[in-house]
């Protein structure tokens, strides 16, 4: 989108020595993102766009797949539904944004851009809900929310961001803490499979939770810097927002009762994760997946006979057998130049074609992730590339689970944690007495905090790291996005 | 949504009588949309979202064929920007929302609530373009909009709403009206097309043009009570926002010059018009381009053996077929009921399955628009349903466009428009001088407005019909939404 620079690939900070920086040359030049006029806002580019349409269709086969369907409620919140529920009113007052005047007129009452929308849906569902044969309530939403955020960063924390929120409620406890942990687990399964980022999961510490949530679950992932970055989250509200807005429903045994809710998201802050997990210093490295552009066809010496049909009749091949191609014939820039452009932009295989390649009936490929090159017949060179785009996808998920393997290490004193978190750039796993105290001290001395709880609980000391008092949880501590 | 009721189709308002009526009971029974707490705004619930859902995928396809890419920009614009360019601010002001407090601080300066983003997107544009390399700059967002309107109704105007604007920046005038009405033609073969709604199209006269706009370009559909709509518009903005946001470019001569800008937009609004061009007695009427369900099967008897497998047989069938289909299997409701509620939910076709009708080898089959009963056989019954479905929308735009011709009346002076406009529910095609004076007489009387000038322009009279001098114009005066 900026204006065209011979040697941006020069300009990218070293992934090694500035990774904040790094980040961001990757994001602009790659013409993912862009900054907005208002601090803290951005603009998402086409391409980055693309990424979050391929993330949405993604998902929404899966949360259509679980029964869910899809609905819009309205951007703007009466103030006083935020202030009904008081854990919830603490959590998010400070970060919203008002209206105060519209349509010539000073508002009677503000109104609250939304920052989540349990208040508004809950106003909603208090009308819906009337029996257990309205139950399960499984909606979900796609839209913007606005958090107006102290510090920013593109994707990564920004004042208004796009995500989707599922709203759920339920007849039982069970039956919400059994959605919770389902939704979880497609967030797992998607991020695993189709953005190749190895999750950890587990339940939140109540300082971590989501406010107004009995218990809230996440997806945590690890960055090339060693930070964690939560990913998802799914929450058990259990009747916390069910009371204040008196959903109610007559159950089959004829009582009056209370819904149980759940409420979980994911954000564009994933791009941010693929960007981090991924890319290396030719700039973003995507899966297959997840690519707008799974192969980038470049003809070499395209004025040279058969070339450009050869292209054509490739291209035509990808895109029959379902693969997202792009021929770049344009003839402005150099090669050396396009080559840079698309690894800038992580397309996962590039396919070069010139007249070598054709007299040798093959292509010269070149794959992102390993940079190694190699020549693909072209005769069934379509079953051969997505069968090298699988490989692809693999290999990036098992290299940054390996990463993940190789920064991850067990504390059983405070003076490991704290080497640990310093030295290990990752997770320290340690254990945990339950206190907010200790919580609070592992904060202050190492800035990191508790990512979660993970589910397979292991006893890998009796007492806690940091008062030695008797363990209750095994714990991922990290420094976090 | 709303707690079921068995008797809610009788309580529909007679569409004859009391079309406005007819249209909230509809929407609302169908549980296409419901108020929001705050006044103006709807809630889109899951039926009306699955429409709009539809809705982009159909669109989506056309806009990304005819080469433009999807973006994001943000929701807040600084007041500033607003203020540029004068039409627009003249145009827009008194509608918008504005957002004065956030994160705890009042703001320096108020930010606007995107009433439309031409603004916030030239502010961007001014950075992106450097050149005509990098034009034609076609890009496109699926967001929400704010517009704080006094009188509202659910689809067809709210406080906010969905919708699609594009932007495009180009080298020459040419190109950008090229564009407008590139775009237009878009939106006329898709809301014909998928909608099966007839479109009239033209230029809007000045007066009724967009704010900040060179020339706007519309199409007009008619409603069923004689009113038109305006369902989508099309717009060459000139270099009106270029020269105020300094969109400039080194041409092909190496002179710096100004953009030719366009933008485009479609709305919720089109599932209002479904409503009312569609709808009967009954409730909702939908074309199968555009319905969540094509096809619905409820087991009659299902639990004679043998029901159950062959719904769920012809069910897959359909399916295999790429038919959106629902077998209703409820056990919960009677078969009445369910009659009721999908012919309320405009289901184009359903199929009865029973014992006689697989002792027969058929399924009992009811067209939703005609109401017309028939037998399908159960062999080959997915090529047969969907010959039935497209020949039901095929019908569904023959029936409106029988319609609108019955309701269209050509006018030579003021006594024959007033006539037309009273007793013909519909347009009245009339000429007209071109003065403002005359536009705004024919509104003052009559209430109607120029909807559009067609693009096929005949002479029906040499004179205006207002003030009898030399006429300019064909227009096609209505009522309007």
Redesign the interface.
Same mark, same amino acid.
């Given at each position: 989108? $900026? /204006?065209?620079n011979q040697e941006f690939v020069t300009h990218i900070a070293d992934i090694n020595v500035d990774f904040p920086q790094w980040y961001t040359d990757v994001i602009l030049k790659a013409e993912m993102v862009?900054y907005?006029?208002?601090k803290g806002?951005?603009?998402?580019?086409?391409y980055?766009?693309?990424i979050?349409?391929l993330i949405q269709e993604e998902l929404n086969d899966r949360i259509k797949a679980t029964g869910h369907?899809?609905?819009?409620?309205?951007?703007?919140?009466?103030e006083s539904?935020l202030k009904k529920e008081a854990e919830h009113v603490e959590g998010f007052a400070?970060?919203?944004?008002?209206?105060?005047? $519209? /349509?010539?007129e000073v508002l009677a009452e503000?109104?609250v851009?939304r920052p989540t929308s349990e208040t508004?849906i809950c106003?909603?569902y208090s009308?819906?809900i009337?029996?257990y044969?309205?139950l399960p309530m499984l909606?979900n939403q796609w839209?913007?929310v606005?958090r107006?955020?102290?510090s920013t960063r593109p994707f990564l924390r920004t004042?208004?961001f796009?995500w989707q929120e599922g709203h759920t409620v339920h007849e039982t406890a069970e039956q919400a803490q059994e959605e919770t942990l389902k939704m979880l687990e497609v967030y797992r399964e998607f991020s695993e499979n189709v953005l190749a980022i190895p999750m950890s999961t587990g339940r939140k510490t109540d300082k971590e939770k989501f406010a107004g949530a009995v218990a809230t679950y996440s997806i945590e992932a690890l960055m090339q810097d060693g930070k964690a970055l939560q990913a998802g989250t799914s929450h058990n509200l259990g009747q916390h927002f069910t009371k204040v807005f008196d959903i109610t429903f007559q159950s089959r045994e004829g009582r009056q009762e209370y819904g149980w809710q759940t409420s979980w998201g994911v954000t564009t802050r994933l791009i941010g994760a693929l960007v981090m997990v991924h890319g290396d210093q030719r700039g973003l490295v995507l899966p297959p997946k997840i690519a707008p552009i799974e192969i980038v066809i470049l003809p070499i010496a395209a004025h040279k006979p058969g070339v450009t049909d050869v292209c054509l009749k490739v291209r035509d091949e990808l895109k029959a057998a379902d693969i997202r191609v792009y021929l770049d014939d344009r003839d402005?820039v150099s090669a050396g130049w396009k080559f840079n452009e698309w690894e800038l932009k992580g397309v996962p295989m590039r396919l070069e074609i010139g007249p070598r390649d054709i007299e040798n009936g093959v292509a010269t490929a070149l794959r992102r992730d390993t940079l190694e090159k190699f020549t693909l017949p072209l005769e069934g060179i379509a079953a051969a590339s997505q069968a090298k785009l699988d490989e692809i996808q693999r290999a990036l998920y098992e290299k940054a689970m390996r990463y993940r393997d190789a920064h991850t290490f067990d504390a059983t004193n405070f003076d490991e944690l704290v080497k640990g978190l310093d030295e290990s750039r990752g997770y320290v796993r340690a254990m945990w007495c339950g206190d907010r105290a200790c919580e609070d001290a592992v904060k202050e001395r190492t800035s990191a905090t508790a990512r979660c709880m993970p589910f397979k609980q292991e006893t890998i000391a009796d007492t806690c790291v940091c008062c030695g008092k008797p363990a209750k949880h095994l714990v991922f501590w990290a420094k976090a996005y």
């Open positions: 989108m $900026a /204006g065209k862009d907005g006029p208002v806002t951005m603009v998402i580019g086409p980055g766009y693309e979050w349409e369907r899809n609905a819009y409620f309205p951007l703007f919140i009466p539904f400070p970060e919203v944004a008002y209206v105060t005047k $519209a /349509g010539g503000p109104l851009v508004i106003s909603m009308k819906w009337q029996s044969r309205d909606i839209c913007n606005v107006w955020e102290k004042s208004e796009l402005t």
